[in-house]
């Protein structure tokens, strides 16, 4: 049998070099393989919790999807889709929300951390909190246990959101049998928190990313801004606490890597090595940055493929449905 992947995106900004390398780069090698059968979604719902503009919304959920597209996700092995296509989604996230304790969602990391900066800048505490976003991990577990997803490749930030669809898959397992896959989640070890600009997480939320498909001339620029120290250019340098070298990894042939670990221990100009990541970073990107404009401006061409992809998604997990509800005596 051959194992069920799935992982999602949503869409709350551009994909940047922290989606790439901790979510995409990792599950286009698992569609690659036979063993696997892969579903790849917009997670557009989960950006409405925050994204509440509608041209906003359309251009960043096209986004998403002409990134998966543009970096060579091939529609026809993988379902891909989009999730506010699937509505049966959303009939699971009311019945997982059953069997969710609230108590499991006011310790998710999310809806916590909002409100423990609201509560340090003095606001009330569930300031700026919609329902939609306390209850996101509900939605993310309908997303996962709806395919009887085994393995779900995802960032180390949501390892958390994994671990609470397992729970709620296990009460409601408790009641009624084994009816759900106990999901588990897969990361990238070697690169599971990219560093971004600042050193910090690469992430939207700290506005600190380099978007993957950026024109090269502001690649340059955004690559120049990231964070060094004052050491001079002979000075020997830790390749290894560098994110200048973290990046240049992921884009560099052995060789090229080995060659710069070398330059590092030697001694090697921040300038310089700045220019050597750009050089491998815009000659990977360069193709599938063509592409990905090119899907851009052909929007009707991306919905033709995730129409096609929800299609699947829904022939494939209807009788799913069916039988989650036959199992909690809705149909007789
Ligand atoms: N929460 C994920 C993120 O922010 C996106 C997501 C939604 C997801 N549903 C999912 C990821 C299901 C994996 C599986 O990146």
């Known amino acids: 049998m051959n194992k069920q992947v799935l992982t999602g995106i949503k869409p709350t900004g551009r994909i940047h070099l922290g989606n790439y390398i901790g979510a995409i780069k990792p599950a286009l090698q698992l569609a690659e393989k036979q063993s696997c059968d892969t579903a790849y979604f917009v997670a557009d719902y ?8 509608k041209q906003e919304m359309k251009e960043l959920s096209y986004g998403v999807a002409a990134a998966w597209l543009a970096l060579g996700l091939n529609p026809d092995r993988a379902i891909f889709y989009r999730q506010s296509d699937v509505p049966e989604i959303f009939e699971l996230s009311w019945i997982l929300a059953c069997y969710a304790p609230k108590g499991l969602m006011n310790r998710a990391h999310a809806y916590k951390s909002l409100v423990e900066e609201n509560k340090e800048s003095g606001k009330e505490v569930d300031a700026g909190v919609n329902m939609g976003l306390f209850t996101y991990p509900i939605l993310m577990a309908a997303d996962i246990l709806l395919f009887q997803t085994e393995i779900v490749p995802v960032g180390k930030d949501q390892i958390q959101h994994v671990e609470i669809a397992r729970d709620i898959a296990e009460n409601f397992n408790k009641q009624y049998g084994e009816i759900f896959v ?6 990238q070890e070697e690169t599971a928190v990219l560093p971004g600009l600042d050193g910090r997480k690469m992430s939207k939320s700290y506005n600190n990313t380099i978007p993957l498909f950026e024109e090269p001339k502001k690649l340059q620029k955004l690559i120049n801004k990231i964070k060094t120290d004052s050491s001079p250019p002979e000075e020997p340098k830790d390749p290894d606490s560098s994110v200048i070298f973290a990046l240049y990894k992921e884009f560099a042939t052995s060789g090229q890597i080995k060659e710069m670990r070398r330059r590092f221990q030697a001694g090697i100009g921040w300038g310089e090595a700045k220019k050597e990541l750009f050089q491998v970073m815009n000659s990977f990107v360069e193709e599938p940055r063509n592409r ?8 009707e061409d991306i919905d033709f493929i995730l129409d096609k992809g929800a299609e699947r998604a829904r022939n494939k997990i209807l009788p799913f449905m069916r039988e989650i509800k036959e199992n909690i005596g809705l149909y007789h």
Not at 46 to 53: A, E, P, R, V, W
Not at 182 to 187: K, L, Q
């Open 46 to 53: 989960h950006g409405l919790t925050k994204i509440h503009d």
């Open 182 to 187: 106990i999901p588990e989640y897969v990361i």
């Open 292 to 299: 990905y404009n090119e899907l851009m401006s052909n929007p």
